[in-house]
């Protein structure tokens, strides 16, 4: 299966802590997207890559937030100093360039930060 | 700034009937597209039809279908002989069409088909 991936699942940490996602595109895919969905609610956009170039973050990214795609394969999210406001499905998603097409999306990583 | 409506938190069917999900959204700009994704419980996201602005003509998919009515800034989607595998969150989405593709989401619907 060549879907989206996104490692670790879950992870479970304690405030203060840092973590780290990776999320693995569709590999002939350029565009990389991230998501934070918390519970009973649709995803809200983070931010977004084409290629190694990150080329939108949302205001909800605070600078405890760090995402990175160096090689524009992989992509990490990093939140350092985690909070319990933290606690969300953290959703990759990838597409092509064209505007419009379908973004596939990763099964998330929940983080749930005690 | 866009914003997407689901106005229906839950939903029920009993299987083989047909429901529609609502949606609205608020824009000024003119060229766009509009997506209906399904979230199973535990699993992950899955596009279930897509609309671009400037078709007049109504998406379907199988079972699935669209009334998009764009001067009313309506997008429902109809679900024909819904099935248990129909149990799901459904998310109204759109996105502009401009360099960027971010999507901006409803706050979804609950299906819960019934045997």
């Known amino acids: 299966d060549t879907g989206v991936s996104q490692d670790p699942r879950h992870k479970i940490t304690k405030r203060g802590q840092n973590v780290t996602f990776r999320c693995d595109p569709i590999?002939?895919?350029?565009?990389l997207y991230w998501y934070r969905q918390t519970l009973g609610q649709g995803p809200e956009f983070l931010t977004y890559?084409?290629?190694?170039?990150?080329?939108?973050k949302s205001r909800l990214l605070s600078d405890r937030f760090s995402a990175e795609r160096p090689k524009g394969s992989f992509s990490t999210l990093e939140i350092q100093r985690t909070e319990q406001g933290d606690s969300a499905m953290y959703l990759c998603?990838?597409?092509?360039?064209?505007?419009?097409?379908?973004?596939?999306f990763g099964p998330g990583t929940r983080l749930t930060v005690l | 700034a866009q914003t997407v409506t689901q106005s229906q938190p839950e939903m029920s069917v009993q299987e083989a009937e047909t429901v529609t999900l609502s949606c609205t959204y608020d824009?000024?700009?003119?060229?766009?597209?509009l997506f209906w994704y399904k979230q199973p419980p535990s699993r992950q996201m899955i596009l279930v039809i897509r609309?671009?602005?400037?078709?007049?003509q109504n998406a379907t998919e199988n079972r699935f279908s669209v009334n998009f009515q764009k001067a009313a800034k309506s997008f429902s989607l109809k679900i024909s002989d819904s099935q248990l595998g129909d149990t799901a969150m459904y998310f109204c989405?759109?996105?502009?069409?401009?360099?960027?593709?971010?999507?901006?989401f409803g706050g979804g619907t609950r299906l819960m088909v019934k045997p």
């Open positions: 998603a990838s597409s092509r360039r064209t505007v419009g097409n379908e973004q596939f």
């Open positions: 590999s002939e895919h350029n565009r």
């Open positions: 890559f084409q290629n190694e170039a990150q080329l939108e």
């Open positions: 824009t000024s700009e003119n060229n766009y597209y």
């Open positions: 609309q671009e602005a400037y078709k007049q």
């Open positions: 989405a759109f996105v502009l069409n401009n360099a960027g593709n971010m999507l901006t």
